[in-house]
């Protein structure tokens, strides 16, 4: 069994940040400041200049589409999606859909995320990556339809994806609904009831534009919040991505079926949709977790850019520098991350007993000196680039920012390959000797 020993570092621990030392046996952490029975450290990490943060958790994305990063960018969204994302997307083949898987986690792991929930449209291809790199990821299947089929083809998809990658202790999964304007009422319906009879729980993007509320009130009376919560959708445990146009109505709806709502600022942004209403949503007591969304409507997956935004943008809108901490911004991260994945007590906290999650920084570098206070550090002033080592389910992925599990050269040259086959430039190219 592979043991490390992180030695007298910072950790965040509980919310505080002191000096500790950090067990980790096999998968887990066995204990902090208490050598376990036995423990024979094969590593030892020194941290006198490292601060030993529990992995991030991206709690919205879509992997396959790194490839479409920059694609389509200062676009108004319909043309975005439509003409400018969709009909290169369309193209893509379930090979592109892992090289993209790989580029993607290659990103996070390098700024320190460890888990990310993503729905994608080609089976095996994720899970298969989340594999080959040694991430953690709860993975579901997008789907799409407007009646109650149980043997939707996406469907049967989803379920076959499970039988594959139940063996993996680092994947999980849950159902896809797309969003209400992609899935009519009875399939929302039917996808709902196939979540409760197999005790699956369902990601789905909802209230994310002024587009979408408005058809949903023209078509069927109701805001997307209450149309999913008609079909079922909140009987099971719920991932809701964006939920940037709600009311004070709708939050009492996330609250009352215990929604996790993942907010994206600078997807939302990006794309002119506004953002979440993250102060009112944390003062209902909805549990509020932080995504990148794809790389094509990003267009960067690094959480450390996110947290900077969350933290700033709601202090902008309101007025007030007192919502949105950098305590609570890291814990959005983190602790609540987990919480929406069914993660909780698993992975998103440094305790004995929680998977071995972690992401050290390097405290030499400069945007982390002073030392005042570094969850503020995290916060406003880190940009990922810190991150020195990562460790996943107890395995070193990353070690003074090189990647152990991932062929970046090679993975480069896939993408480079599917960006001319799916005529999306590679206008400068690397310069390889
Ligand atoms: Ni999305």
């Known amino acids: 069994m592979s043991e490390i020993l992180i030695k007298d570092a910072y950790a965040l621990i509980d919310g505080v940040i002191g000096r500790h030392s950090i067990y980790i046996s096999g998968d887990q952490i066995a204990g902090i400041d208490r050598m376990p029975e036995g423990f024979q450290a094969a590593r030892t990490i ?69 888990t990310f929930n993503d729905m994608q449209m080609h089976i095996h291809q994720t899970t298969k990556a989340v594999r080959d790199s ?22 049967k998809e989803a379920f076959e994806e499970m039988e594959d990658g139940k063996d993996c202790g680092r994947l999980s999964f849950m159902l896809g609904p797309h969003a209400p304007y992609s899935c009519g009422p009875d399939f929302l319906r039917c996808v709902a009831d196939l979540a409760k009879e197999k005790g699956l729980g369902i990601h789905i993007h909802l209230a994310e534009s002024v587009t979408e509320i408005e058809n949903l009130q023209k078509d069927h009376g109701c805001s997307a919040i209450e149309y999913a919560e008609e079909a079922g959708c909140f009987d099971v445990p719920c991932i809701a991505a964006h939920c940037v146009q709600i009311s004070d109505h709708d939050i009492g709806i996330l609250k009352k079926h215990n929604v996790s709502v993942v907010t994206n600022p600078a997807s939302n942004m990006k794309l002119g949709n506004g953002f979440a209403p993250v102060p009112e949503l944390l003062k209902a007591g909805v549990n509020v977790a932080l995504g990148t969304d794809g790389a094509a409507s990003n267009n960067s997956l690094n959480l450390f850019h996110e947290m900077s935004l969350l933290a700033l943008i709601h202090k902008g809108t309101n007025m007030t520098p007192v919502c949105v901490g950098a305590e609570e911004t890291v814990r959005i991260a983190t602790e609540n991350g987990a919480k929406a994945l069914g ?81 999306i430039g590679n206008k400068q190219k690397i310069n390889r000797k």
């Open 46 to 114: 020194d941290g006198a200049d490292r601060l030993v943060i529990p992995g991030l958790i991206n709690a919205h994305t879509h992997s396959y589409m790194a490839p479409l990063r920059n694609i389509a960018d200062d676009m108004p969204f319909m043309d975005w999606l439509f003409k400018g994302v969709q009909p290169v997307e369309d193209n893509m083949t379930p090979e592109d859909a892992y090289w993209g898987a790989m580029l993607a986690i290659a990103e996070m792991i390098r700024c320190g995320t460890t």
């Open 134 to 155: 040694g991430m953690r990821a709860v993975i579901c299947r997008g789907l799409v339809g407007d009646e109650y089929d149980k043997d939707n083809y996406r469907v």
């Open 343 to 423: 993660l909780a007590g698993v992975t998103g906290k440094i305790a004995e007993g929680m998977k071995a999650d972690l992401a050290i920084l390097d405290l030499t570098e400069p945007s982390m000196m002073p030392r005042t206070d570094l969850l503020s550090s995290l916060t406003y002033s880190a940009n990922g680039s810190e991150v020195d080592t990562v460790i996943i389910d107890g395995e070193i992925v990353m070690e003074e920012r090189e990647l152990k599990t991932i062929d970046l050269e090679r993975v480069y040259h896939e993408i480079e390959k599917m960006s001319d086959r799916l005529g």
